[in-house]
């Protein structure tokens, strides 16, 4: 695994909270990536009634909840370490109660949350074993999360990535990338309780081919079924308790 710098990730995501947004709301690739990440989530907890309690660790400016909350979703949560981010959250909506907190030491009682996901965060974290314990500790239904594929497009970029560091040049922090299997023995899931749902998988690199972002969802779901999911940038995890 690549090495992670907890401070380096805490100073970036604090000083990039006011252009954050942007990334999901001006470009294709982040529209993309926001929709088919939202679409899993709310396909996962659709069998619960509106009012259940949610938390997301790790909400930054609540582009998750906020989608959450546009559909209906009334009980939400969400923490995160960044002020800044934080900030933003609470000026576009005031229905989300916000906490500024850790992700290895949640300030909430054991199973005092139906549902806990975290989306982007553990793949940055220098032991996302010990938050993905402690959002276990405080769902009392289900767990939510997402790993990198290393077999994926994005995963031997991020290699790329790993290689050019060791050589010297200038890059503090890669997202973590797993196999599928090792990351259930890491986190030690309960293959009975878990559910493992792919996503993107095609490259979403073409910031101004309009043609290719138009017609990728079509793309997306051929390479689907040509490769069966195994070529997935990432694993969503849905844990049951």
């Known amino acids: 695994m690549s090495k992670i710098n907890d401070k380096y990730i805490k100073s970036f995501y604090e000083e990039s909270a006011k252009l954050y947004n942007n990334r999901f709301k001006n470009n294709p690739k982040g529209k993309i990536?926001?929709?088919?990440?939202?679409?899993?989530?709310?396909?996962?907890?659709?069998?619960?009634?509106?009012?259940?309690?949610?938390?997301?660790?790790?909400?930054?400016?609540?582009?998750?909840?906020?989608?959450?909350?546009?559909?209906?979703?009334?009980?939400?949560?969400?923490?995160?370490?960044?002020?800044?981010?934080?900030?933003?959250?609470?000026?576009?909506?005031?229905?989300?109660?916000?906490?500024?907190?850790?992700?290895?030491?949640?300030?909430?009682?054991?199973n005092e949350f139906d549902v806990v996901f975290s989306v982007h965060v553990l793949m940055h974290l220098e032991n996302p074993k010990k938050a993905y314990d402690e959002m276990l500790r405080v769902s009392k239904k289900l767990v939510i999360f997402e790993v990198n594929n290393k077999f994926s497009l994005s995963g031997f970029g991020q290699n790329f990535k790993l290689i050019k560091h060791i050589l010297g040049f200038k890059q503090k922090t890669m997202p973590k990338s797993y196999y599928t299997k090792s990351a259930i023995k890491y986190f030690k899931i309960n293959k009975?309780?878990?559910?493992?749902?792919?996503?993107?998988?095609?490259?979403?690199?073409?910031?101004?081919?309009?043609?290719?972002?138009?017609?990728?969802?079509?793309?997306?779901?051929?390479?689907?079924?040509?490769?069966?999911?195994?070529?997935?940038?990432?694993?969503?995890?849905?844990?049951?308790?």
């Open 33 to 110: 990536m926001h929709n088919l990440q939202t679409k899993i989530i709310l396909n996962n907890i659709s069998s619960y009634k509106k009012n259940i309690k949610i938390l997301e660790v790790g909400c930054g400016t609540g582009r998750f909840l906020n989608s959450l909350n546009k559909k209906g979703y009334k009980n939400l949560y969400g923490l995160d370490f960044s002020k800044s981010m934080l900030g933003v959250l609470k000026k576009t909506n005031k229905d989300i109660k916000t906490i500024q907190g850790d992700a290895y030491n949640l300030p909430f009682k054991d």
């Open 192 to 241: 009975k309780k878990l559910k493992i749902l792919p996503s993107f998988y095609l490259p979403l690199i073409f910031k101004t081919n309009k043609l290719y972002f138009k017609n990728y969802l079509k793309l997306n779901n051929i390479f689907k079924r040509l490769f069966k999911g195994k070529c997935a940038s990432q694993y969503f995890f849905i844990i049951q308790k």
